[in-house]
């Protein structure tokens, strides 16, 4: 029943928050911008994720994704934080973790942050890119919330924007190099494939599928891939601009003791210039 009131209120906050849509306004360009991950639009997001079916319990993590862009000549680099908070009923795979045992305790509180910065281009043709370093912090208050290391690598994303929409894909690779020697080293890749198709009024259909790769498994608990999708919008409440979406996820692949699926509801604050 937890999940369905959930799914009723996100919906409820979609379809019945008073709002409105103004495309002669700039709305299809404020809507564009939303959709590509290194635009010049500072943003800061909520998403608050909801996993189910995991062998030592649900899990309800909210992560705030402040994105503040800035222009240096003719590049714009584009400065995007994952601050995650929440709670899990006991630890779940993931770099650092990657088998726990049942019956793990549960943890609530601060998760390990990531730091990326991409270097993208001021001026594009139909291919918008960037590129630059990530960071893992260990900021973790619980074992069972984080990795116990510090970790970097490379991210990546690369996207086009048709008149219907967005398509396009992320990438990132980590390494750890220093932390807790009681924990597992960390070598992990993320690939997150997204597609944004629009409608009227400010609505979008969405998949943003994010996939990941724990190299310090074994063979059968590497993959996390989910299958889904979900829908959205650009409003706004009075001047404040927003971009809500509310997403469902399948994972067909995933290592033993993960989540089965998740719900996933995102209420982004919009600061165009």
């Known amino acids: 029943m937890r999940i369905k009131s959930i799914l009723i209120i996100c919906l409820t906050v979609l379809m019945f928050t008073p709002v409105s849509w103004a495309e002669e306004k700039g709305g299809g360009d404020l809507r564009s911008a939303v959709q590509n991950p290194i635009s010049s639009l500072i943003s800061l997001p909520f998403k608050l994720t909801l996993d189910y079916g995991a062998q030592n319990g649900d899990a309800a993590i909210l992560n705030l994704n402040p994105v503040v862009p800035v222009t240096v000549g003719d590049w714009n680099l584009v400065n ?96 750890s190099f220093a932390g807790s020697s009681k924990r597992d080293d960390v070598n992990q890749t993320l690939i997150e494939p997204f597609l944004n198709y629009n409608l009227d009024n400010g609505w979008f259909l ?7 790769a724990n190299w310090e498994a074994d063979s059968d608990n590497t993959w996390t891939i989910p299958v889904g999708g979900g829908i959205g919008r650009v409003f706004k409440i009075g001047d404040q601009a927003i971009n809500s979406r509310l997403e469902y996820y399948y994972n067909v692949e995933k290592p033993d003791g993960a989540p089965d699926y998740s719900v996933h509801f995102t209420f982004q604050f919009l600061f165009p210039k």
Do not use: C
């Open 206 to 212: 969405i998949t943003d599928m994010v996939m990941t």
């Open 80 to 175: 995007r934080a994952l601050i995650p908070v929440g709670h899990v009923d006991g630890a779940i795979p993931g770099p650092g973790n990657p088998s726990p045992e049942g019956g793990a305790k549960s943890a609530s509180g601060l998760g390990d942050i990531n730091y990326s910065v991409f270097f993208s281009p001021v001026k594009y043709d139909k291919v918008i890119w960037g590129v630059g370093p990530s960071i893992n912090l260990p900021t973790a208050n619980e074992d069972q919330l984080g990795s116990g290391k510090w970790s970097a690598g490379i991210t990546g994303v690369a996207l086009t924007q048709p008149k219907w929409g967005s398509i396009g894909i992320l990438g990132r690779q980590l390494w």
